[in-house]
T-cell receptor, first 114, second 113 residues
């Protein structure tokens, strides 16, 4: 079946703008994770959904970042008032149950804030 | 929270030689340790993982060892091939609601002919 998909693959925006990044997890996976990867670094956790609810949002850097998963499938990461420091690759991952299962990553969205 | 350290940051080996990458973690409650391979511009892909109830796991040329007492785990690649060249990340997590992965900083492996 299809893997995790993310859109757009690239997003260029101007400082102060609002952006939305979308993640389509593997069908049937109840757990969904967002990570952020800066150049030369490992992925850094942002938020974890179990079904529709955010089970752990401790990685969101500030209140400009918000994520939703209203129907327990597709998720959207929303960033308000973007800053140049938000530039990174945003990775989404899903797993079957979220309980130490393998996490399958999407290709990422490369966000560039000018 | 969990902290994962990874060494070395870069590693160059000749084709056919072995490569070893080491990681340490801080939270003794962590019980799941995956290793991901990431090629340039691509997504991370799981290559092997180990849980805290075993000390070693092997899959063809790849093996992982875990020392819970010392809180460190290692990736071993034998008979390296040019296609093994990539960045490798170790990670640690717990089961349940704390299942987020905490990653190391990565090791760039270069396999030369």
């Amino acid at each position: 079946g299809a893997g995790v998909s993310q859109t757009p693959s690239n997003k260029v925006t101007e400082k102060g703008k609002y952006v939305e990044l979308r993640c389509d997890p593997i069908s049937g996976h109840t757990a969904l994770y967002w990570y952020r990867q800066s150049l030369g670094q490992g992925p850094e956790f942002l938020i974890y959904f179990q079904g529709t609810g955010a089970a752990d949002d401790s990685g969101l850097p500030n209140d400009r970042f918000f994520a939703v998963r209203p129907e327990g499938s597709v998720s959207t990461l929303k960033i308000q008032r973007t800053e140049r420091g938000d530039s990174a690759v945003y990775l989404c991952a899903s797993s079957l149950m979220g309980d130490g299962d393998e996490q399958f990553f999407g290709p990422g969205t490369r966000l560039t804030v000018l | 929270g969990e902290n994962v350290e990874q060494h070395p940051s870069t590693l160059s080996v000749q084709e056919g030689d072995s490569a070893v990458i080491k990681c340490t973690y801080s939270d003794s409650a962590s019980n799941y340790f995956p290793w991901y391979k990431q090629e340039l511009g691509k997504r991370p892909q799981l290559i092997i993982d180990i849980r805290s109830n075993v000390g070693e796991k092997k899959d063809q040329r790849i093996a992982v060892t875990l020392n819970k007492t010392a809180k460190h785990f290692s990736l071993h690649i034998t008979e390296t091939q040019p296609e093994d060249s990539a960045v490798y990340f170790c990670a640690a997590s717990m089961t349940g609601t704390a299942s987020k992965l905490t990653f190391g900083t990565g090791t760039r492996l270069q396999v030369t002919l």
